[in-house]
């Protein structure tokens, strides 16, 4: 009892690249291949249908320089924004977290006083940090370039 092996079959697929022509269908020719287990049967030839050139796509033209600045720097401004929307909410929970252990919650208002109090000598403090940092880039780049301007 031995298998065998089926026939194979031509697969057509018909592809439209273009409304206005059609691509036609390839002709099948039936020919007769002599097979060690199968002596007779006919295998179907392809011939290959026309080539049909597809439609041209439309390209993207490309931004200019100015366009990808201006969106490059709003996109860093809104990262910026996030970044320090994000470093406020922290300070908040942080400060509000330290008031809390310190002073209890028994009194609100004595909490949000102390609170207020606290954000100003922080506030207070990063700004003379800050000026602290301008001082010293003003330095490195008189070391490095020269006087400044």
């Known amino acids: 009892q031995e298998k065998k092996p ?4 031509p697969v057509v ?9 059609a691509t036609p269908e390839p002709e099948v020719s039936p020919t007769k291949e002599v097979s060690p287990t199968n002596k007779a049967t006919p295998t179907p030839e ?5 080539e049909v050139t597809p439609t041209p796509e439309v390209t993207r033209v490309k ?17 910026l ?13 942080v400060l509000g977290s330290y008031e809390v252990v310190v002073h ?4 609100p208002e004595l909490l949000l006083e102390a609170a ?3 954000t100003l000598f922080l506030a207070e403090f990063v700004g003379e940090k800050a000026l602290i940092l301008v001082d010293l880039l003003k330095l490195m780049k008189i070391k490095f370039y020269g006087q400044v301007m």
């Open 81 to 93: 924004l996030l970044q320090s929307l994000m470093l406020f909410i922290l300070a908040a929970i």
């Open 13 to 21: 697929t018909k592809e439209v690249f273009s409304t206005t022509k």
């Open 63 to 79: 931004q200019s320089l100015g366009n990808r600045l201006k969106w490059f720097l709003i996109k860093l401004l809104f990262k």
């Open 46 to 50: 392809v011939t290959p249908a026309p």
């Open 6 to 9: 089926k026939d194979p079959k």
């Open 116 to 118: 207020k109090e606290d």
């Open 104 to 107: 209890g919650l028994d009194n």
